[in-house]
Structures are given as C-alpha cells and as structure tokens.
C-alpha cells in the first residue's frame, strides 16, 4: 500500500463546472471555445470513405496505447513534404485529453520545476502543474493593431534554470491565432537550446485556414468553387457543413434565393407580326396558373402608349423605349415577381442593356421569335408593312429599319408553322428545365 500514489489535492475547475451547468440549458450559447462540429456523413465524405463502411467497422476492445491503425494514422498526420517520414506510430499514445495532460504533467514534472504556460489556456493545462508542487509563469498572446500574436522575446525571458516545460496551443483557443511555420520552428530551436519539452495542445488542429499553397501535398483540400457555390445556391442544394458558417450560408441563400424562389423576366423579340403578343398571353395564362409570384405582361403597344407616349420612332427613342420596358422589368423581378415583355426591340445593344440590368435582380430569358418577314407581312395586323412597301410611312422595322437578330437567346421559335398553344407550352417548359418553376 506504501507505493500507491496519495489522492490528489486538485479542486474543481470553475470554468468547467460553470460550462457542465449551463452549456446544454443556456437558450443561446456565446462561447467562442466551441468548434462547429462536422456531421458523420461529411467526415466521412472528407476521407474518402461511405457510411457503409462505418457500419462495417467492429466494436470491441484493443491495444492500451490505442488502435494500431488509428496510431498509424495519427502518425501520418505529422509527415511533411521534404522533412522526412513520419514518426513511428510506436510514438503516439491515443488518450482523452484530460488523461493526456494529466499524464504528461505527472510524468514530466518534479516539485520544484517551472513550467511556461501560453495563456488565455484550457485551465487544466495552466492548472495540474500547480498540484505537483511546480511553479506556472504565463505566457500570454498578445493583442495588436494587426490582430494577436505572441511574443518569442518575451517567452526566451521566461526560461530559466528551472524550466522543464513549455505548453502552447495551436491553433489557440479562444483567439484563433495559428502559429507560422517559422514561429514554431523558433519554440522548438528554444526548447533544444535549454533542454526543454514541449506540450503543444492541437485540439483545433485541421480547423485553422490554410492558403491553398501551404496545404501539403498529402492532404485532401476540400473547396467549393464559385460556380458550383451558384448553383448550389440556385437549386437550393445544401452547403457542407465545413463551407462555412451557418450564419454566413443564411445570408448567402437571402442574397441568392434559389432560382424557383427568384423573379425573373422573359422578353420576347422579333419583327412586328411575328406573334410576340400571342405567345406572351399564352404565356402569361399559364404562368398564372401556376400560382406562385404575380405576373406583369410589359407587351410592347401596351408600353407604347402608357410609357412612352412622347416617343417617335428614331433609333434613340427605340432604344429609349426598349430601356425603359428593362427597368420596369428589373424592378419586378427584384422584388420577385415575374415579368414578360413584348416589344420589336429590334437592337442587340438595347437587349444587351437589359440582360445585364435584370440579371442582377434575378432570371432573364430571351425568346426570339424567328417568324420570317414573309409570313409577318402576309399578317400585317396593324397594316404597317403595306404602308412601308408604297412608301407611305418611314422607320418601319424590317423593310427600311433594321432588326438585329440575337446572338445568344435562349429560346428560339417561329410562329408560322406552329399552334401558339404549343409554343407556349415549348417557352413554359424551358423555364422548367432552367430552374425557375
């Protein structure tokens, strides 16, 4: 009985206690001590592995340093490129992390040693020494202007004749500072100068930023791309949990909705008489049938004479008159609803105006019809063509003005051989197939 080690004289540690009382009941938790946890699925995802092969692995007891494979592969986490191989698993004990400080601190420590401890720290790293008659100096971080750092100077000034151990924590907790490689290097050039041990607590290790430069080569850098952030977002697809915050994936999905929750604007062009007006009323029937944003038909006589009435019909008032119909368009589509518009607009720069001034509030798709001059003459409703052919009138698109074909549209139809019905079912389904329905 006289080798049993006597009980241990350690007291509560408040912060503890206080975290085991309140961290679970608190209706809102400000801590910034705790990471965002991952989901199974996603650490999984991260190694290449399913949830299959979870579900495969055996429970039961193993070697008391810890699983040989997960030794070997703790190990591995040390290797880096052009310093040499790993460590020998041999190496690495697999404790819990009270366990391992408290193991440390015992069997490292004498009475009478001084230990160097960074701080703000979890508290049994500053705290356990003290039990066994060691003397704790901190060593806090430091915060400036630039954000916290530490201060090499000042730890070198800390070491005296006594000193047994340094502990730090990389990436630190609470502040999220991450040491450089050169800093490090420094703490480790310090410990061999004076024949020092380290302790260096990693708890958060792996959930630091790493520029992609410095990630080794070894590892498997998880990214999204900006592309695939957008649709994403447009599909109203989840976000892995390690993408970001949950906070921050809100704002993202309030700035863009996904592409069924987001206004949009289909504008209709071509030649008068190609049946624009028909098709944009077949259209809007059917949109509003579906029920879900309000619809406003922009049709181009409409707009003429409630918009633009003091315009004539010179390039410039065209182009002002097809501008005007884009900003009344942006402005229902940015407030969700959808807009369909059915002027000539008859210039590709006007068009161009308007795709870029409607994108950034949400869709814009632009349905050419290519009904051939021909057949919209044979039409002629409003009897503008056979005015135009015995020179009785000026300006009219197609026979002394011209019409600029789009060069990117994203609907194409011609009206002379189909029923507008299925036009409009062919227009309707589209919007389907880009996400907007």
């Known amino acids: 009985m006289s080798n ?9 540690f408040l912060l503890e206690r206080y975290f085991a009382r309140y961290e679970f009941q608190a209706p809102y938790l400000l801590s910034s001590s705790d990471c965002e946890t991952l989901s199974i699925a ?5 190694a290449g592995r399913t949830l299959a092969d979870l579900g495969a692995l055996g429970l039961g007891y193993t070697e008391s340093p810890g699983s040989p494979t997960l030794r070997a592969a703790v190990a591995r986490l040390y290797q880096e490129p052009g ?12 404790v819990v992390p009270e366990e ?5 601190m015992w069997g490292l420590l004498s009475p009478g040693d001084e230990v160097i401890v960074q701080t703000p720290c979890y508290q049994s790293l500053a705290e356990l020494a003290t039990y066994h008659q060691t003397t704790v100096l901190p060593w806090p971080i430091q915060e400036t202007d630039a954000g916290w750092t530490v201060d090499l100077d000042q730890l070198a000034a800390l070491i005296t004749a006594k000193t047994r151990l340094i502990v730090f924590n990389t990436p630190h907790n609470p502040t999220g500072y991450h040491l450089s490689r050169s800093q490090f290097n420094n703490i480790i050039k310090l410990a061999r100068q004076h024949t020092l041990w380290l302790f260096c607590d990693e708890m958060y290790r792996g959930a630091e930023y790493q520029p992609e430069d410095e990630v080794s080569d070894k590892a498997r850098a998880l ?3 900006g592309s695939e952030l957008r649709r994403r977002l447009g599909k109203g697809l989840d976000l892995p949990d390690w993408f ?3 906070e921050v994936v809100d704002e993202l999905r309030k700035a863009q909705p996904p592409l069924f929750e987001r206004g949009f604007t289909v504008f209709f062009t071509g030649l008068s008489g190609a049946g624009k007006s028909t098709l944009a009323r077949g259209l809007l029937v059917k949109l509003l049938e579906d029920g879900r944003r309000p619809v ?3 049709d181009g006589d409409i707009v003429r004479t409630n918009l633009s009435s003091e315009l004539g019909f010179s390039r410039e008032h065209r182009s002002l008159n097809v501008r005007r119909i884009g900003f009344v368009a942006s402005e229902i589509t940015k407030n969700r609803g959808i807009a369909i518009c059915a002027p000539i607009a008859p210039y590709e720069a006007d068009r161009l105006f ?8 949400g869709g814009y798709l632009e349905v050419y019809v290519n009904t051939p001059l021909e057949v919209c003459e044979q039409r002629d409703v409003k009897g503008l063509y056979a005015k135009a052919r015995q020179g009785l009138i000026k300006q009219v698109t197609g026979i002394d003005d011209p019409y600029e074909a789009p060069a990117d549209p994203e609907i194409v139809v011609d009206s002379s051989s189909e029923d507008p019905e299925a036009l409009a079912q062919i227009i309707l389904l589209r919007i389907e197939q880009l996400g907007y329905l």
């Open 42 to 46: 996603d650490l999984l995802a991260r």
């Open 83 to 94: 310093i040499g191989p790993p460590p020998s698993a041999e190496n690495v004990l697999i």
């Open 100 to 104: 391992g400080i408290f193991l440390t």
């Open 354 to 361: 308007n795709r870029e001034l409607i994108s950034h509030y």
């Open 244 to 246: 970001s915050y949950p």
């Open 223 to 225: 990214q999204i791309s």
């Open 4 to 12: 049993l080690i006597p009980p241990l004289p350690i007291k509560e």
């Open 296 to 298: 406003t038909l922009l």
